[in-house]
């Protein structure tokens, strides 16, 4: 059993135990969870069912749809490793001047996935410009 249905099964007993007291203060003084907790939980329960209880993490879960496509990330890239000590704007607009549309910011978000915000670190994604 994962430690995600664990949870799920402990948050279910907080809900059979309130039902059966009748009583969600003490239900959660037993188990260990403050009362605002509690109605979350229930909302959850009566919104997802069991699925509700299984604790899922904050955020999107696919990239950004405003990043850069691999092409353009490609292309930052290899600018980079070629000029290793222009600058997130000098990089975007020579890139301009090439024909690849992009914003400083934009080359800053591709260096920072690729952990090339200094120009003392070594580019891990090598291999992908050299396809």
């Known amino acids: 059993m994962t430690t995600g249905k664990k949870v799920a099964r402990r948050k279910l007993s907080l809900l059979e135990l309130a ?3 009748d009583n969600v203060s003490k239900a959660c003084r037993i188990m260990g969870y403050s009362r ?7 909302r959850n329960y009566q919104t997802f069912g069991a699925e ?4 899922r993490l904050p955020g999107p879960r696919e990239p950004h749809p405003n990043r850069v496509d691999e092409a353009t ?3 930052i890239l290899a600018y980079s490793l070629e000029f290793p000590t ?3 704007v000098r990089v975007a ?13 934009g080359v800053r978000g591709v260096w920072s996935r690729n952990g090339m ?3 003392h670190c070594k580019p891990p994604q090598v291999s992908a410009i050299q396809k």
Do not use: A, K, M, N
């Open 36 to 42: 605002q907790q509690f109605y979350e939980i229930r």
């Open 19 to 21: 039902s059966e007291l």
């Open 86 to 88: 222009h600058g997130p």
């Open 73 to 75: 990330e490609d292309r």
């Open 117 to 119: 915000l200094t120009r």
């Open 93 to 105: 607009q020579q890139l301009v001047l090439q024909g690849v549309q992009v914003s400083s910011g």
């Open 52 to 55: 509700g209880l299984v604790d």
